[in-house]
């Protein structure tokens, strides 16, 4: 089974600070997934990447496949993204997910 | 972007009934969905994978009997929870994967289920 650690687990940031969130796996993957899951529970997927680095606003995520690490990134964080971040990565049968990471930003 | 909904989003069922999910993928084909419980503060644990027309490939300690998965098309796979006990509450989680882009995983909304 693909082990998946994520650090930190609770992260509490300013509003405007950014934050990096990081993610490792122990063997090989096709692909690694960022979610989002909101207090009432649903699930967002932010990005799914295999190699190299992908933006979608103030979201940034990086993977480095040699060193079996991703990071989600934050810019300019704001109270709304105050959710759970978790890591998945997909061994080419299901995804295994790490623990998540808690964030909070506070105004 | 690919959609995958959930009906309904929150259940209340009393002991001994069974509960039906829907998960349904809205603008893409899913060949392969997947089930997930999420117990409070804990990640989510896969229970069971479904591809269409066949089988369920249930993860060990999970029951078939009492989790039945249907996946009769390629748009839809249903979860019936059945006889619920108090301990099947839960958050329960599908996804489904495009057949096309084999690597891409979309996530539905979740349901809530809560056995009184």
């Not at chain 1, 930190?8 to 692909?31: D, H, K, M, R």
């Not at chain 1, 979201?59 to 109270?79: G, M, Y």
Request: proline share 4%; glycine share 8%; aromatic share 8%.
């Amino acid at each position: 089974k693909n082990e998946v650690e994520q650090s930190p687990q609770n992260l509490t940031a300013q509003e405007g600070e950014f934050i990096t969130i990081n993610c490792s796996y122990s063997v090989g993957i096709s692909a690694l997934h960022w979610l989002q899951q909101h207090p009432g529970g649903g699930i967002v997927s932010l990005f799914m990447l295999s190699s190299g680095k992908k933006k979608h606003g103030r979201l940034i995520a990086t993977i480095n496949i040699q060193e079996k690490h991703s990071s989600l990134h934050i810019t300019a964080s704001h109270p709304r993204d105050s959710a759970v971040y978790i890591c998945a990565v997909d061994s080419g049968y299901a995804l295994n997910f790490g623990k998540g990471t808690s964030l909070l930003v506070t105004p | 972007g690919a959609v995958v909904s959930q009906h309904p989003s929150r259940v209340i069922c009393k002991s001994g009934t069974s509960v039906k999910i829907e998960c349904r993928s809205l603008d893409f084909q899913a060949t392969t969905m997947f089930w997930y419980r999420q117990f409070p503060k804990q990640s989510l644990m896969l229970m069971a994978t479904s591809n269409e027309g066949s089988k369920a490939t249930y993860e060990q300690g999970v029951e078939k009997d009492k989790f039945l998965i249907n996946h009769a098309s390629l748009t839809l796979s249903t979860l019936t929870v059945t006889s619920a006990h108090p301990e099947d509450s839960s958050f329960y989680i599908c996804s489904a994967r495009a057949g096309v882009r084999i690597y891409e995983q979309y996530f539905g909304p979740g349901t809530r289920l809560t056995v009184t």
